[in-house]
């Protein structure tokens, strides 16, 4: 079993930047993918970001991409979500998540664990 907490959150003007960061506990993490979901009031939890185990493939939703740069740091069990040119409609609720199931996913149901989120907020 792994435990997520995710840091990093916070206010930022739109075209500003936030490092997102998700430390897991246990001494398995390199075994788990790992992805960054996100979910704005009143809508659905929605992909952002999926790494690979080791870190070597990445996936990104259109809406994140060439903004955001998700990587990991197996040695410190961490996860990370770059986030740069910030818009308000990033604004959300970030959750990490990880996956044993599969090399990685866009879906939140091959996720097995998640964090308890972090607040992003996006002024104009």
């Known amino acids: 079993q792994v435990q997520l907490v995710e840091s990093g959150g916070g206010l930022v003007q739109a075209g500003g930047s936030l490092r997102l960061s998700c430390a897991a506990s246990?001494?398995?993490?390199?075994?788990?993918?790992m992805g960054w979901f996100r979910q704005a009031p009143g809508k659905e939890r929605e992909f952002v970001a999926a790494?690979?185990?080791?870190?070597?493939?990445?996936y990104y939703a259109d809406s994140v991409k060439d903004r955001f740069t998700i990587s990991r740091d197996n040695a410190k069990n961490t996860v990370y979500l770059q986030m740069n040119s910030l818009k308000p409609e990033d604004a959300a609720i970030y959750y990490c998540?990880?996956?044993?199931?599969?090399?990685?996913?866009?879906?939140?149901?091959?996720?097995?664990?998640w964090g308890q989120g972090t607040q992003v907020t996006v002024s104009l």
């Open positions: 790494l690979s185990r080791r870190g070597i493939s990445t």
């Open positions: 246990g001494r398995t993490f390199s075994s788990y993918s």
């Open positions: 998540a990880a996956n044993q199931k599969t090399f990685y996913s866009s879906s939140p149901l091959q996720y097995d664990y």
